[in-house]
Nanobody, 125 residues
Framework: QVQLVESGGGLVQAGGSLRLSCAAS????????MGWFRQAPAKEREFVAA????????IYAGSVQGRVIISRDNAKNTVYLQMNSLKSEDTAVYYC??????????????????WGQGTQVTVSS
């Protein structure tokens, strides 16, 4: 079992920045890939970014490429999502997820077995 707890969401003006954190517990954090997804009202949950078990490989959705950086600190069992130049369309609940069966980052929700409860990000224009 893996428990994930997100933090760092909030209200920010367009053009601003936020850093989300996701603390993991329960299994060896350094062995699995982590991802961030988001879900806006009345929309499907969508991929944002993912990172490999050792941080050596990252992938991003095209909509956030160049504005978002995913990173991890395996000593702290934490993954981060630094979001810059935020836009109103970034408003959503952000979820972190763990892919225990693979250490390779993926865009597919089905490859993530564990999910956090989410943290709200609201960008005002």
């Amino acid at each position: 079992q893996v428990q994930l707890v997100e933090s760092g969401g909030g209200l920010v003006q367009a053009g601003g920045s936020l850093r989300l954190s996701c603390a993991a517990s329960g299994r060896t954090f350094s062995s699995y890939a982590m991802g961030w997804f988001r879900q806006a009202p009345a929309k499907e949950r969508e991929f944002v970014a993912a990172i490999s078990w050792n941080g050596g490989s990252t992938i991003y959705a095209g909509s956030v490429q160049g504005r978002v950086i995913i990173s991890r600190d395996n000593a702290k069992n934490t993954v981060y999502l630094q979001m810059n130049s935020l836009k109103s369309e970034d408003t959503a609940v952000y979820y972190c997820a763990a892919s225990v069966m693979t250490g390779i980052p993926s865009r597919s929700r089905s490859l993530y077995e564990y999910w956090g409860q989410g943290t709200q990000v609201t960008v005002s224009s």
